[in-house]
């Protein structure tokens, strides 16, 4: 994986774009991808680079499919997600706000700091503006990272009382769109990801690389855009293989090996 590659992922604009439920084909006279394309690209990619070792946590938690976590806690901590441990929704949500716009290795290094500077997000919600900037600031965007996180634990309090989104883990992927559109700056790649990573729901998120390749490989038509490139795909690709398939994916560089995906 190219560490320096930046996540491309939708603006932090102050206002949600998850796009309304539909089952509705957006492109219904394009056929693929087909279920047998999507296995061999999935088996292609892996042959190629392996499994990305990055997301194996997240794999391995899809395939134990764990007994839901019941947290009494008024606030969750902000777990060092370099134990192995499954990381709180809510910290999912935060690392996914962090990573727009800048490298894997920055965003990591913003939560960390995150983490070191506020142990609880009660304490995040209480500090200042500018303290939670600095915080983040190696991230970048960090006044902007800043407003959408702070925007989102206020309003995640006035609505449950608590800073606390394993509600979620008993919702349908409906019902989870719908209450992470309540949320200021959260837009529909962030909500895919966190289904997939942290809900183990099965989603297929579609940020700038993965539609570029799904243009490129002709399983979108030439005039698709992103948003309608993710209705289609999540239609297409079955449900088995969408985690795998989005994970090699976002990690292959396509430098000189687009021929090993083109089917």
């Keep these: 994986m190219q560490k320096s590659r930046k996540r491309k992922q939708l603006q932090i604009d102050g206002h949600s774009q998850t796009p309304e439920t539909s089952t509705e ?11 047998e394309e999507c296995r061999a690209v999935r088996d292609e ?15 391995h938690q899809r395939l134990i499919k764990s007994a839901p976590h019941v947290n009494e806690a008024k606030s969750e901590p ?9 990381e709180t929704v809510l910290d999912g949500l935060v690392k996914t706000v962090l990573s727009q716009n800048t490298t894997e290795l920055n965003s990591q290094k913003a939560f960390a700091s995150l983490k070191s500077a506020f142990p609880t997000w009660e304490d995040v919600l209480a500090a200042e503006s ?8 190696c991230g970048g965007l960090a006044p902007r990272k800043a407003s959408c996180i702070k925007n989102l634990l206020s309003c995640l309090h006035e609505r449950k009382g608590k800073l606390c989104l394993e509600y979620l883990r008993d919702l349908s992927i409906d019902e989870i769109k719908a209450e992470l559109s309540n949320f200021k700056g959260i837009g529909p790649k962030t909500v895919a ?6 809900l183990q729901q099965d989603d297929f998120p579609v940020d700038t690389h993965v539609f570029e390749i799904a243009r490129a490989i002709g399983w979108v038509p030439a005039i ?3 948003n309608k490139t993710y209705l289609h795909l999540n239609q297409r690709i079955p449900n088995e293989l969408k ?21």
């Design 25 to 35: 084909e957006p492109y219904p006279s394009h056929h693929r991808p087909t279920p």
């Design 45 to 59: 990619l892996l042959s190629f680079h392996g499994f990305p070792p990055e997301f194996l946590k997240y794999r």
């Design 78 to 86: 902000l777990k060092n997600n370099h134990d192995g441990g499954e």
């Design 130 to 137: 500018r303290s939670l900037e600095n915080a983040i600031r």
């Design 193 to 198: 990801c966190v289904l997939m990573f942290n």
């Design 224 to 226: 698709a855009d992103r």
């Design 243 to 263: 985690f795998d398939l989005n994970c090699l994916l976002y990690t292959h560089d396509g430098k000189g090996a687009l021929e090993v995906i083109w089917v």
